[in-house]
DNA sequence: ATAGATGGCATTTTT
DNA sequence: TGCCATCTAT
């Protein structure tokens, strides 16, 4: 039997216990969240509830399923395996199995499965990112909006404002002239273009991600029907990450868990009204997706919207030592709105985490490869994750990395699947299920030459018409064309397992793929291997359609072998035995896109503390002086991040670069000794870095350290007793304030601050 | 009408 | 840099 009061501490056990009525679990990071909700499933299936009547919804699919198998391991350990000879009433083997776990958007889908939309009829397909800016450029084509005019946002930007406006629930002008003033010029057009889209999605039975969340909320507001039937199958709600809930999640979430619709709501609120039961369980110092309509305030108004809440707070912290608590605790003390967060852990003080401060970015990718590789001789590589800001930001890493052999995985960036072979795969996938996928059907058509867009709405509007012999034969005219068609009709007539449906999908199109993609079609054909391992799971093809369109399925790909390159928001509930944040510097982390409006800056802080809060015992973050920058013409300083400029010198230590590529520990002067020479023994360097760049450095003409030589300078330029002012290479001109013997100086270099530097990489400068 | 090519652009985060 | 959108020759 499970233990609940040996296995959870006290408010967790308060959590998986409170079965019934609204309850708000807030969770702080590393607090056990995950295991509360496991043993709370354990706890409402040990009490006699079906599992089949649990409703568990995550932020993403890989949550669900992380959770449902912890679950599921509990359960073994605990019950064993059934004993058939047994007389008693057999446990379940699998106790949870039945539980229903998803994001909302496939919950949505699979409701509105059942219960259509209005306005729709036939098959309902999911739109990914590709299938709405093509509506949009199809949309704007036919009403000639913006044509020419270099103004006019690109599809891309309309989707996104667009989105925004829907998720936050205002009108597309406000949302205009909130984030992008200077489009609202064409605020008119937009919105007729927005228009046409949703006349195009209707007609073509088309769903965006929005649209799922919207028209689920409207069946269920319109189709008594329909609420019953949700309400009547899903009678215990848990919503994880509820900070990320944007407020239609919310009002579904509250829906479905038997909280009246508004029009029924009696006017006083719902002071016995609600009979539901619903968990909330998130963390408002971790809201960090305001950016597409999610709303803190789900969180922080839950119990004044479902009365009779109870709150529990989880504030203890089982994932990281105590420096590295106190640093991310630091980096929310000085956030704007006062979060009552305060955790601690028994785990011990740990080591202190670094802030290490390379010269450039280029310099940074190394020393992090350089961090990887020695962390990787304690630790597995599926222990250590990088972190950034923006997926971009991990360029120069991916690049050393793979001169180095290192293999790793990236989430955030380009996904899996819109590579376009998948997606090529994917239309055939979704044509043998829905042969009206009309975005499905135009992938698939203009694979052969000849066919483009026109040829494809023509015969798509006449198989539409009615006339399917018709447009078989315009179909007929171009013999590629007419090949795939044959071959969707002999796969449809067949009762194919999703396994079998993929492997002759693929057998099919491989031909073409290696005609499209000379170049690197083995590895292509490798990745659609991986398709055929995800549809081993499903058993019904069109929930495997659905998935598809709506993940990342690499996600969920085998082992945690690999080191994790992420940005933070695909972290986002994940740890790691060690953790490294990349370019905290201005610009970059806080985003400039955040600088302009206080809570973009507030979601920012969020941000760095779900990123610190990631680690187990190592956090290195990384803060390199320049930054490479293109559109800059070459390397531009960079100031250090706020949120690390904040912190006291007391909760980390800090390595700095050297010229000679080396790190050392930073010397702070010691109070009352600022300037004291004589203390400088350099402490050992903590790594020394092999240059991965060569190239790179011989270029710049760089001396660089060989491995088993100590630096030894050459004849400094910078003579032992100059003083004035000197150039360096990317700081530009400095002051000379005090020598370091045998051979630095330290200088303080206007826009950067004091450094210290060899000298034999200075020049000296006419005062 | 299509396909291939050029040229211009901007570069946050995700279901 | 790589992605789009538009242009141009077929």
């Given at each position: 039997m499970i233990d609940y009061e040996r296995d959870l501490n006290e408010a967790q056990f308060e959590a998986a216990a409170s079965t019934d009525g609204p309850l708000l679990v807030v969770a702080g990071a590393g607090s056990g969240k995950t295991r509360t909700i496991v043993y709370r499933l354990a706890y409402l299936v040990e009490s006699g509830i079906p599992a089949s009547s649990i409703l568990l919804l995550t932020f993403t699919r890989k949550a669900a399923v992380e959770m449902l198998e912890r679950a599921r391991r509990l359960a073994e350990h605990s019950y064993g395996l059934p004993k058939l000879s047994s007389s008693e009433p057999l446990l379940d083997p699998r106790p949870f199995a039945t539980v229903q776990g998803g994001t909302f958007h496939s919950y949505a889908y699979s409701i509105l499965r059942i219960f259509r939309p209005q306005g729709?009829?036939?098959?309902?397909?999911?739109?990914?990112?590709?299938?709405?800016?093509?509506?949009f450029q199809h949309c704007r084509e036919e009403l000639k909006i913006g044509k020419g005019d270099r103004s006019f946002p690109k599809n891309q930007t309309v989707n996104a404002?667009?989105?925004?406006?829907?998720?936050?629930?205002?009108?597309?002008?406000?949302?205009?002239?909130?984030?992008?003033?200077?489009?609202?010029?064409?605020?008119?057009?937009?919105?007729?273009?927005?228009?046409?889209?949703?006349?195009?999605?209707?007609?073509?039975?088309?769903?965006?991600?929005?649209?799922?969340?919207?028209?689920?909320?409207?069946?269920?507001?319109?189709?008594?029907?329909?609420?019953a039937y949700c309400r009547g199958r899903h009678k215990y709600i848990m919503v994880d990450e509820y900070q990320d809930t944007n407020p239609v999640q919310a009002r579904i979430a509250g829906l479905v868990a038997g909280l009246d619709p508004p029009a029924q709501r009696k006017p006083e609120g719902t002071p016995d009204g609600f009979r539901g039961n619903l968990m909330a369980v998130g963390d408002d110092a971790q809201s960090i997706y305001a950016f597409r309509g999610a709303d803190i305030r789900n969180i922080l108004d839950f119990p004044k919207i479902f009365k009779g809440t109870k709150i529990i707070r989880l504030e203890e912290n089982y994932r990281s030592t105590q420096h590295l608590l106190n640093l991310s605790n630091a980096v929310l003390e000085n956030a704007a709105e006062g979060y009552a967060k305060h955790l601690f852990t028994r785990r011990g003080d740990g080591l202190k985490p670094n802030i290490v401060r390379p010269l450039s970015d280029r310099s940074q990718a190394a020393h992090a490869a350089a961090r990887i590789i020695e962390l990787m001789r304690s630790h597995r590589p599926g222990d250590i994750a990088v972190l950034f800001r923006s997926g971009f930001h991990s360029f120069p890493l991916e690049v050393t990395l793979n001169k180095l052999g290192i293999a790793?995985?990236?989430?955030?960036?380009?996904?899996?699947?819109?590579?376009?072979?998948?997606?090529?795969?994917?239309?055939?996938?979704r044509l043998v299920l829905n042969p009206m996928d009309f975005t499905a059907f135009c992938r698939m058509a203009e694979l052969s030459r000849g066919v483009g867009v026109k040829t494809c709405l023509k015969i798509y509007q006449t198989a539409l018409s009615g006339d399917g012999e018709k447009a078989a034969e315009m179909a007929a005219r171009h013999p590629e064309l007419a090949g795939d068609l044959a071959f969707l009709e002999n796969a449809r007539r067949r009762e194919l397992t999703p396994v079998q449906l993929l492997t002759e999908i693929i057998e099919h199109y491989t031909p073409r793929m290696e005609l499209l993609y000379p170049d690197d079609y083995p590895r292509r054909a490798q990745g659609l291997e991986q398709l055929i391992q995800i549809a081993a799971a499903y058993k019904d093809p069109d929930l495997l359609?659905?998935?598809?369109?709506l993940e990342d399925p690499e996600n969920r790909e085998e082992g945690a072998e690999a080191l994790t390159l992420s940005t933070i928001h695909s972290a986002k509930g994940l740890e790691w035995n060690a953790v490294l944040i990349l370019d905290l510097v201005e610009e970059r982390f806080p985003s400039r896109h955040a600088m302009v409006r206080p809570e973009d800056y507030e979601e920012e802080r969020r941000l760095m503390y779900v990123a610190c809060t990631r680690a187990r015992t190592v956090l290195e973050l990384y803060v390199p002086s320049s930054l490479y920058d293109r559109s800059g013409g070459g390397t531009m300083p960079a100031s250090p991040s706020p949120f690390v400029r904040e912190l006291s010198p007391s909760l980390y230590r800090e390595l700095q670069e050297g010229w000679d590529g080396a790190l050392s520990e930073k010397r702070r002067p010691a109070p009352g000794n600022r300037l004291g020479g004589n203390d400088f023994s350099r402490p050992p360097p903590v790594s020394k870095i092999v240059d991965f760049h060569t190239h790179a450095a011989r270029n710049r003409s760089l001396p660089h350290e060989d491995d088993n030589a100590a630096a030894e300078p050459e004849a400094p330029p910078v003579g032992p007793d100059a003083c004035g002012f000197c150039r360096h290479r990317i700081f530009g001109r400095g002051k000379i304030v005090q020598h370091l013997p045998p051979d630095k100086v330290r200088v303080n270099f206007p826009g950067f601050g004091l450094k210290v530097i060899m000298a034999s990489y200075l020049s000296m400068e006419d005062g």
């Open positions: 729709y009829s036939g098959n309902l397909t999911i739109m990914d990112n590709h299938d709405i800016l093509a509506a404002l667009l989105s925004k406006s829907r998720n936050k629930e205002m009108p597309l002008e406000d949302a205009l002239r909130r984030d992008a003033p200077h489009l609202f010029m064409h605020h008119s057009a937009m919105e007729e273009l927005t228009a046409a889209y949703a006349r195009y999605k209707r007609e073509k039975s088309l769903l965006d991600y929005d649209d799922l969340l919207f028209s689920l909320e409207e069946v269920l507001l319109t189709r008594p029907e329909a609420l790793f995985k990236k989430y955030g960036g380009v996904r899996y699947t819109e590579a376009a072979h998948v997606r090529d795969v994917l239309s055939f996938l359609a659905v998935d598809l369109s």
